[in-house]
């Protein structure tokens, strides 16, 4: 590109739209962010102009919408963009309108999969989100479902694109190294390894499911260890449910990492597991199943598009730690069916959701944009 297309996120600063950022960037786009907020393994510092709004919250979202969304047409009408990639925050939309310009939509799970629900809030959320998605140019989601969900609400399907936050198999594959993280948690060669990597953040994501289950499966298993790695403000009261289960031995809680050393995490472990029961597809999941780890996962939309029960994993009801303890177990004490299992996640990622082919679906999105 001779004349540098300029793309403005609206987006929450985390490790999602980072990766999105600094790929665009890569292919030539003059990036710049709109940010109120920072997720919690993303960087304090990005590579390009970012511009910092107030965090809006529950308590303070009356009196501190609109002075943020003053402030963002002011940033805009001065980067002065070719188009704007709004991310998740539907909100945001009115200040995009009002300094006239076009914008794409990408959804990423939750903001999504709750406008089904009947209660007041989703309601009001149902009305503003499908205004957005009418007025966005293009929207892109990460999961099948969430399209469904989009389609639903009246928006014409051939507006949307299905592209998942791929997995860069540079970094995340059945090569790399877990060793020093079985070190320094001094855990032996004949222990199976039991990972979750979901934060520690709503009860949704339902970490103390896989907690509640260790019992049962220690019992049966004595030689399981765990891996949660997360943080957030449920880490305490999870630590504290360890404890009351007297299942702490077997346990190593580990907080935040670099992003390029999750890779060792999922090394170190036999099988993940995933307790999340709302989600669309999981940048987590994807990732682990690069690792070549044999994935025990909730029995929902979003995991159905990437785990065949049986076939590739083990889907178990969502909150029910009797199955989730079943489907540990039987992989626990057959080697043979995890390497089943994680050898066809391995092609189903490399064929479906590197991070080089969505990052190419993503640049034809905007170039398809551009030329409207």
């Avoid at 909150?319 to 043979?336: D, S």
């Avoid at 991070?355 to 993503?362: F, L, R």
Wanted: glycine residues 4%.
């Amino acid at each position: 590109m001779q004349n540098m297309t300029k793309v403005c996120y609206i987006s929450p600063h985390s490790i999602h739209s980072q990766r999105w950022m600094e790929a665009l960037s890569s292919k030539g786009y003059d990036v710049s962010l709109i940010t109120d907020s920072r997720g919690w393994v993303a960087p304090e510092m990005l590579p390009f102009p970012t511009y910092s709004l107030s965090l809006l919250d529950k308590g303070n979202f009356l009196w501190r919408f609109i002075p943020n969304t003053t402030k963002i047409v002011t940033i805009l009408k001065r980067i002065d963009p070719d188009f704007v990639h709004l991310h998740v925050q539907h909100h945001y939309m009115p200040a995009i309108v009002l300094s006239s310009l076009p914008f794409m939509l990408s959804s990423w799970g939750i903001e999504v999969l709750r406008l089904p629900y009947s209660n007041m809030r989703a309601r009001i959320e149902k009305s503003l989100a499908k205004i957005v998605a009418t007025k966005a140019r293009v929207i892109t989601v990460d999961a099948e479902c969430l399209k469904e969900i989009w389609i639903g609400l009246g928006i014409p399907e051939t507006k949307i694109e299905v592209i998942p936050f791929g997995v860069d198999l540079n970094i995340f594959n059945p090569d790399a190294n877990g060793q020093s993280i079985r070190e320094e948690f001094q855990i032996n060669k004949k222990d199976i390894v039991v990972i979750s990597t979901r934060p520690f953040y709503t009860d949704y994501i339902n970490v103390e499911c896989l907690i509640e289950a260790m019992p049962s499966i220690i019992k049966t298993c004595e030689n399981v260890k765990f891996i949660i790695k997360g943080s957030g403000p449920l880490e305490k009261y999870l630590k504290n449910l360890a404890k009351k289960l007297e299942v702490t031995e077997h346990v190593h809680f580990y907080g935040l990492v670099p992003y390029n050393k999750i890779p060792q995490f999922l090394s170190a472990a036999d099988i993940y597991v995933s307790t999340c029961f709302v989600d669309s597809t999981s940048v987590s999941l994807l990732e682990a199943m690069a690792c070549k780890l044999a994935p025990v996962v909730t029995d929902i939309p979003g995991n159905r598009e990437w785990i065949r029960d049986s076939v590739n994993g083990f889907m178990f009801p969502p909150r029910n730690k009797a199955v989730l303890a079943e489907k540990i177990i039987h992989l626990a004490e057959n080697k043979k069916l995890r390497e089943t299992f994680g050898r066809r996640c391995v092609d189903i990622v490399k064929k479906r959701a590197t991070w080089e082919h969505c990052v190419s679906k993503m640049q034809a999105v905007y170039e398809t944009l551009l030329r409207r």
